[in-house]
């Protein structure tokens, strides 16, 4: 199994960039695929998930209306594209895969996942 993250890069505030994470080595459309992120001093944090089974999707709050989740089924790919960047957004972001129906705990995306990428770094600056 190979989840591999690409498209990270710095940026200044309001602009935008398109992560993918390619993955590899299962059943693609049997699985949840979830972005989470982890900023210098902070903890990790779940920021969208898709389910390729039923499309269904998730957004944390602080990115919901400025982040957008889509998988290429045929790729085997999941994209996250990011508009309106601000500097909290700074992070390496990581891809995660997992065959269960991701876990939501008071609006929190749990890291319930059995397979994550090496991560991509995004750098907003002010």
């Known amino acids: 199994v190979q989840l591999v993250e690409s498209g990270g890069g710095s940026v200044q505030a309001g602009g935008s960039l398109r992560l993918s994470c390619a993955a590899s080595?299962?059943?693609?459309?049997?699985?949840?695929i979830a972005w989470f992120r982890q900023g210098p001093g902070k903890e990790r944090e779940g920021v969208s998930s898709?389910?390729?089974?039923?499309?269904?999707?998730y957004y944390a709050d602080s990115v919901k209306g400025r982040f957008t989740i889509s998988s290429d089924n045929a790729k085997n790919t999941v994209y996250l594209q990011m508009n309106s960047l601000k500097p909290e957004d700074t992070a390496v972001y990581y891809c995660?895969?997992?065959?269960?129906?991701?876990?939501?705990?008071?609006?929190?995306?749990?890291?319930?996942?059995?397979?994550w990428g090496h991560g991509t770094q995004v750098t907003v600056s002010s």
């Open positions: 898709i389910s390729n089974s039923d499309g269904s999707t």
């Open positions: 080595g299962f059943t693609f459309d049997d699985y949840a």
């Open positions: 995660a895969a997992d065959s269960s129906d991701p876990l939501i705990i008071g609006g929190r995306l749990m890291p319930r996942y059995d397979y």
